[in-house]
């Protein structure tokens, strides 16, 4: 597996400046935890193509620009539990930050691009009674990415 040194870097960068505990580690779960403020994603080499592993982590990078300390857009509770209408929101932003960060680095691949649209329509059936949800959760992506660019 060949790292892409400018994910490397944006990984890097963001995680050393927000003081965010990082672990790749040899599992198959990726995912940010708020009350820790930690992000864990599986190894590198457990990718069959390095650029899944960056859309991953970019993934979880996008969750945690929600932290408290951070844009403050994470709800806790029942309202955040999964499947619910917050989790789902929460989900469209994370990936529509991941997809933003692959193309501005130029990594995105057709199959990343492929994933990533199936992840977001899958989000968009469970939001089909909310027809302002999809601008909405652009919007925070975008706050997302410019945070996590230090915008």
Same mark, same amino acid.
């Given at each position: +597996? ?5 994910? =490397?870097?944006?990984? &890097?960068? #963001?995680i ?5 505990h ?6 198959? !779960?990726? #995912?940010?935890?708020p009350?820790? =403020?930690?992000?864990? +994603?599986? $190894? ?9 592993? #960056?859309? &991953? &982590? ?13 844009? =403050? ?9 999964f499947?619910?209408e917050?989790y ?9 930050g991941?997809?933003?960060? $692959?193309n501005l680095?130029?990594?995105?691949? +057709?199959?990343?691009?492929? !994933? ?9 059936? +469970?939001?089909?009674?909310d ?8 919007s ?12």
């Amino acid at each position: +597996v060949r790292p892409i040194e400018a994910g =490397d870097k944006l990984i &890097t960068d #963001y995680i050393t400046r927000e003081k965010i505990h990082f672990n790749e580690q040899a599992s198959n !779960n990726a #995912y940010y935890q708020p009350s820790t =403020d930690s992000i864990v +994603v599986p $190894m590198k080499p457990q990718f069959q193509v390095v650029n899944e592993y #960056y859309s &991953t &982590t970019f993934h979880e990078i996008t969750h945690s620009t929600g932290h408290k300390t951070r844009l =403050d857009r994470l709800q806790t509770g029942q309202v955040a539990a999964f499947g619910s209408e917050e989790y789902s929101k929460e989900e469209l932003v994370a990936e529509i930050g991941s997809a933003t960060l $692959m193309n501005l680095l130029g990594i995105e691949t +057709v199959k990343t691009f492929r !994933n990533t649209a199936a992840y977001i329509q899958s989000w968009l059936n +469970v939001l089909k009674n909310d027809n302002k949800f999809i601008v909405s959760a652009a919007s925070k992506a975008e706050k997302a990415v410019n945070f996590i660019l230090g915008e």
